[in-house]
Structure formats: structure tokens, C-alpha cells
């Protein structure tokens, strides 16, 4: 018989050592620890700004949230600035409020 259309549950059934069940569901990643993160400012009811160490680097997190099961979890919209990059902005912030003011 062919693997082509053959489930993958049918393949660990049939494995001569297996008691039939399939292998344990792995635990959710997680990719930093929540208690590094320091909430600077809530700008709305769903959005934040927070600076958070990622992968070893200080980053500042601006960023939507949403509810989950009565847990506030961080949204796919956003962006996160390293140092550099947040440095540029806060230096070019008098450029971008005068624009702001002419329109």
C-alpha cells in the first residue's frame, strides 16, 4: 500500500511498539519571560509600549495586546525597535512634531 494519503495517526498505529496512541502534544513556547518586560506606557486599552530584553538585546515594544481566556498575550501587530533604531526615532522626534503641527 502507498503512504500517499495515508494519515499520520495510522502511522503511529502501526508501529510495531506502540500501544497505539499518539506521541504527547509538546508544551507552547515561550519566547522570553514576561517578568523581564517593564510596561513604559499604556497609549490605549489595547496597546503598550514596553522594553524587554529579546534574544540577549534591549528592545522597545510598541505593540497591540488582546484577551485570551482571561490573560492579556501580545498581538502580531506591532514592531519592536532594537536600541539603534529607537535612538534615531527619539533623535528625529523634533523633526517629526514640527511636521506634525504644519498639518
Known sequence: ???KGK???DAYASDGDSDGQAPPKKAPRQ???DSDDIVACELSKNRRVTVRNWNGKVVVDIRE???KDGKTLPGKKGISLPMDQWNK???YMPEIDKVLADT
Open 31 to 33: 519566547d522570553s519571560d
Open 89 to 91: 526615532l527619539v533623535k
Open 1 to 3: 500500500m502507498s503512504q
Open 7 to 9: 494519515r499520520k495517526d
Open 65 to 67: 495586546f488582546y484577551v
